[in-house]
């Protein structure tokens, strides 16, 4: 069964358990997820109101991009454990002779890579997601801020869960030049999350407290 097709109560079973995965890197997938959904709620609510008519076609726009984010986070949670899988399945491939140790690197390597390449796609998936709800909070329907608020917490968890994976699978690249350039990926991908993530929810946090 497919995770993001799981119950509540057994994805978080599975989760809790001894299995090596899901792990964390699909939970960030996850959480990512959740905070596109809080973001296209917020849009959804924001639109067929008078009040907020002249933010109602922005916001048409984010939650259609939003959903279409959610559902491509909710396929790299999925790709994630299956990267971890190839992996595992790749330590267990025989060594005894020199030609198997070769294709045994080999394997794990691309796994590795698959590994990197998942939770990259977290953040660059979670930094689109980000910048709709910057744009969003500009004008929204503040019966729904708190939600909005929430949404950036679980962007900015998303980002750096992803960014915490990618940084442990890079440790372990034996192409040192291939591994730089995740970890420069990674961390532009960073730059274009937290600070706007913050700032995101400090301006939902006055709007309540206003």
């Known amino acids: 069964m497919a995770l993001s097709d799981m119950g509540i109560s057994d994805f978080t079973a599975l989760l809790a358990s001894d299995a090596p ?3 964390g890197g699909s939970a960030a997938a996850l959480v990512g997820a959740m905070g ?5 709620m917020v849009a959804g609510l924001t639109q067929g109101r008078k009040k907020y008519a002249d933010y109602a076609d922005r916001a048409a726009d984010a939650e259609r991009q939003l959903n279409a984010l959610r559902r491509r986070l909710l396929d790299i949670m999925e790709q994630d454990t299956a990267a971890f899988q190839t ?3 790749a330590f267990s491939l025989p060594r005894e002779t ?9 394997a794990i390597q691309e796994g590795l890579q698959r590994c990197t390449e998942a939770p990259l796609e ?6 689109e997601a980000i910048a709709l709800a910057g744009e969003l909070a500009e004008g929204f329907n503040e019966s729904a801020a708190s939600d909005l608020g929430t949404a950036f917490l679980a962007f900015r968890a998303a980002a750096l869960g992803a960014w915490l994976n990618v940084c442990i699978n890079i440790s372990s690249l034996q192409d040192r030049t291939l591994a730089e350039q995740y970890r420069a990926r990674g961390e532009a991908l960073l730059a274009r999350s937290l600070e706007p993530a913050d700032r995101g929810y400090q301006q939902v946090l006055e709007r309540i407290g206003r």
Do not use: D, K, Y
């Open 21 to 23: 995965a899901p792990g």
């Open 36 to 40: 596109a959904a809080l973001t296209a």
């Open 87 to 89: 992996v595992s399945a």
């Open 98 to 106: 020199e030609s198997q140790r070769t294709a045994r690197s080999s």
């Open 122 to 127: 977290t953040m660059a998936l979670t930094a």
